[in-house]
């Protein structure tokens, strides 16, 4: 039967096109409904090409996200203005160039796997709006600085009227909020790009030292354009976010399904550490458009669930779909919970929640979109 149908598959090829072309079809441009699937056609190939300028009415829907309200005390009453993630190149093969939007909490990290996967839109997401802050910071270095070594001047303490400038040059409405956050975080900023070259260049290692050989913003001169493109072609949108908040999330969600966009990689961080899986969270991760191969990436501080290296993180990748089935169908009460079902994989330290849950005899409670 196989023979056949590749047979008649083979002759289908050698006819003549034009016994198939004698009545115009709805992507025909010749016809109304043709040019305009071909104009949606060229539009969504430059919202989804990062070497394009975003067109204006995407951009504007993106701008238009809000920002959720303070909390009322930060983690540990700290700033975090580095990741203290030391492994995630762990996640490097399995997002690399894969393109799309992603979204994520924290700050270098971000771009290290924007970069990594080719990121069409990034949505840096904190719900502290000192890092958010800060993040205006980096897009005033990346657009004024046409490669590493001229970024990495302007995370030198003495270099602060250099920052201030290129702030006042494409941030002038937020000059004070912003070089607020980067006078109080340059010094970690400028630590954190030290341990990163040091930890990527594939150097021999001290004893208990991990180095890999992954190119990464900090690194490598085509990461960094590739980082530097997204902030020039105005695809960049920082946000002050919690992830179980009313607004940035839903937001985010809504201004992807106008631009018929879904999302390809939401890094958590070590966020969801902070709290249960309630009804808000749901809820947002539920109205999130994910891609279907897209990817949660996530990290957890437990020694149980194995680390990536010594007194560093375990490394996790669910799908979001697989995501949503969890959190529309059971009442799994939190992050760590949900690990229990994991699935190790041959990368220390790094797992796959790929495990299809039974749902919950009773539906858990999902918040209501306002």
């Not at 104009?39 to 009415?57: C, F």
């Not at 970024?151 to 003495?158: A, D, G, L, P, V």
């Not at 149980?304 to 995501?323: I, K, T």
């Amino acid at each position: 039967m196989k023979k056949i149908l590749w047979t008649l598959a083979a002759l289908a090829m050698l006819l003549p096109t034009a016994s198939f072309a004698q009545t115009p079809g709805p992507n025909d441009p010749g016809t109304a409904q043709g040019s305009a699937n071909a104009g949606a056609a060229q539009n969504n190939n430059a919202v989804n090409d990062p070497s394009k300028v975003l067109p204006e009415d995407v951009e504007k829907r993106f701008k238009a996200i809000r920002n959720d309200p303070d909390p009322d005390q930060l983690v540990r009453d700290a700033h975090y203005w580095v990741s203290n993630e030391n492994a995630q190149y762990v996640w490097y093969p399995h997002i690399k160039d894969i393109g799309g939007v992603m979204s994520g909490v924290g700050t270098d990290q971000v771009y290290l796997l924007a970069g990594w996967m080719n990121a069409s839109i990034v949505i840096p997401m904190d719900f502290d709006k000192m890092i958010r802050n800060l993040h205006l910071a980096y897009g005033a270095a990346f657009l004024e600085s046409e490669n590493i070594e001229e970024f990495r001047t302007y995370w030198k303490k003495e270099n602060e009227s250099k920052m201030k400038a290129a702030v006042e040059k494409h941030f002038p409405g937020e000059v004070d909020v912003v070089m607020k956050a980067w006078r109080s975080g340059v010094r970690e900023v400028n630590g954190r790009f030290n341990r990163l070259v040091k930890k990527y260049n594939g150097a021999k290692s001290k004893e208990g030292d991990v180095h890999v050989s992954v190119p990464t913003f900090i690194t490598d001169e085509t990461q960094y354009k590739r980082i530097r493109q997204l902030w020039q072609n105005h695809r960049v949108f920082p946000i002050c976010g919690d992830l179980t908040g009313d607004k940035a999330m839903l937001d985010i969600a809504k201004a992807l399904k106008d631009s018929n966009l879904e999302m390809r990689v939401l890094y958590p961080s070590n966020a969801e550490h902070y709290f249960e899986y309630g009804p808000g969270y749901r809820r947002n991760i539920i109205e999130m458009p994910f891609a279907n191969n897209s990817l949660i990436l996530r990290t957890r501080q437990m020694r149980s669930l194995g680390v990536a290296e010594e007194g560093d993180y375990h490394y996790n990748m669910q799908s979001g779909e697989n995501f949503k089935l969890w959190l529309k169908t059971t009442n799994i009460k939190d992050q760590h919970s949900m690990l229990r079902k994991r699935t190790k994989t041959e990368t220390t330290g790094l797992s796959v929640l790929d495990y299809q849950p039974e749902p919950s005899k009773n539906a858990p409670a999902i918040a209501p979109v306002p």
